[in-house]
């Protein structure tokens, strides 16, 4: 049984991968560490990594910026490997977290869905065949109304990932409204939609002359992002130091 201590227990994250844990047979949260010290679970809750004293085998990190450093130190203490979801980070905190993966294992994703890090790996192999082709390249996602960043930080991440293995030939394009040009055939276009409660759907489109293929994703809940997360904690234990992705997850 895998021993979890979950950060952020009691934010929304942090609920959704405690119910989830609740019902898995090969993990547990053992502790959890929150400012808010609400107890909702059977485990204890913690204000701060200083004051757990729970013996467990990975962290899974959905809390804030704040107390990143102690949280680190007491990683790097108990040599016990971190699944990093923790968002706002600032480039000396993304530095902080790099050095400590030089210490023990961490895996970093923009997306802890497996099925959203299946179709990065999808559209970069589609991208490759349908680049040589001269297939024009588009991402539309869709959020909730209260999201207030855009494009989302996955469709970036999926447009990365097809860059990458276009050896970086093309260029990001948010907006066609201030030009009137045909499109330029190296560019990803990437629009986004706000909307109700939609809570996150992402289409990768290629269309070519006379044909159009998409591979697309819908998050129905965000139970898939905890189930993501649980299983990179099942993948993590026992792993050597390093910064791992959720694409070393899926294989």
């Known amino acids: 049984m895998v021993r979890i201590i979950m950060c952020g227990c009691n934010g929304k994250m942090g609920r959704v991968i405690s119910d989830l844990a609740a019902e898995d047979t090969q993990a547990t949260i053992v502790a959890g560490i929150d400012f808010n010290t609400e107890q909702h679970y059977d485990y204890p809750v913690f204000a701060s990594p200083a004051g757990c004293n729970v013996e ?8 804030s910026p704040q107390k990143l450093a102690e949280r680190l130190a007491m ?19 993304f530095a902080q977290v ?26 970069a192999a589609a991208a490759k065949v349908f680049a040589a082709a001269d297939f024009d390249i ?6 909730h109304n209260r999201k207030v960043d855009a494009p989302s930080g996955t ?17 990001y394009k948010y907006d066609r409204s201030k ?4 499109r330029d055939k190296k560019e990803i276009g990437i629009s986004a939609v706000r909307g109700g409660t939609i809570v996150g759907e992402h289409e990768v489109i290629f269309a070519g002359a006379d044909e159009v293929i998409e591979i697309k994703h819908t998050a129905y809940s965000k139970a898939i992002f905890g189930n993501g997360a649980l299983q990179a904690a099942k993948y993590l234990v026992g792993k050597p130091a390093g910064m791992y992705r959720m694409s070393d997850v899926i294989g």
């Open 56 to 63: 467990a085998d990975v962290m899974i990190d959905f809390s």
């Open 179 to 182: 030009e009137r040009k045909a």
């Open 98 to 123: 790099n050095e400590a993966s030089k210490k023990i294992a961490i895996l970093r994703s923009a997306n802890m869905s497996l099925g959203v890090n299946t179709l990065l790996k999808l559209a």
């Open 155 to 171: 469709a970036l991440a999926i447009a990365d990932a097809m860059n990458e293995v276009l050896k970086n030939e093309y260029t």
């Open 75 to 93: 990683a790097i203490e108990r040599k016990m490997p971190i699944v990093f979801c923790t968002t706002g980070l600032s480039e000396e905190e």
């Open 138 to 143: 588009e991402i539309v996602e869709k959020h």
